[in-house]
Nanobody, 125 residues
Framework: QVQLVESGGGLVQAGDSLRLSCAAS????????MGWFRQAPGKEREFVAAISWNARSTYYADSVKGRFTISRDSAKNTVYLQMSSLKPEDTAVYYC??????????????????WGQGTQVTVSS
């Protein structure tokens, strides 16, 4: 019912920056908490960042805090992940997710109802 499409992934060098975008369609975009997750080969999907429905609150995984910034544009129904000072360990498929506002800024993936198909981010050393 809610469609999420990520874009902006690519191959970059360590220390570079990259901005991911997630375009949403379907139900009212502002009714959802939005989050970013990532999954590296052979590893489970992990939480990266989340932003509240009104963009007043954000929450980041310790591994990306200070380097990544999540934001959203309600007029464009789009959420962004600005990634700076990228490291090889940031290499993963990045997924956009939407969840009920009732859960707040929850890092657990099971609290998110809708997922995009992911976009690959590769950081070389």
């Amino acid at each position: 019912q809610v469609q999420l499409v990520e874009s902006g992934g690519g191959l970059v060098q360590a220390g570079d920056s990259l901005r991911l975008s997630c375009a949403a369609s379907g139900r009212t975009f502002s009714s959802y908490t939005m989050g970013w997750f990532r999954q590296a080969p052979g590893k489970e999907r992990e939480f990266v960042a989340a932003i509240s429905w009104n963009a007043r609150s954000t929450y980041y995984a310790d591994s990306v805090k200070g380097r990544f910034t999540i934001s959203r544009d309600s007029a464009k129904n789009t959420v962004y992940l600005q990634m700076s000072s990228l490291k090889p360990e940031d290499t993963a498929v990045y997924y956009c997710a939407a969840g009920s506002t009732a859960w707040g800024l929850n890092p657990r993936k099971e609290t998110y109802n809708y997922w995009g198909q992911g976009t690959q981010v590769t950081v070389s050393s």
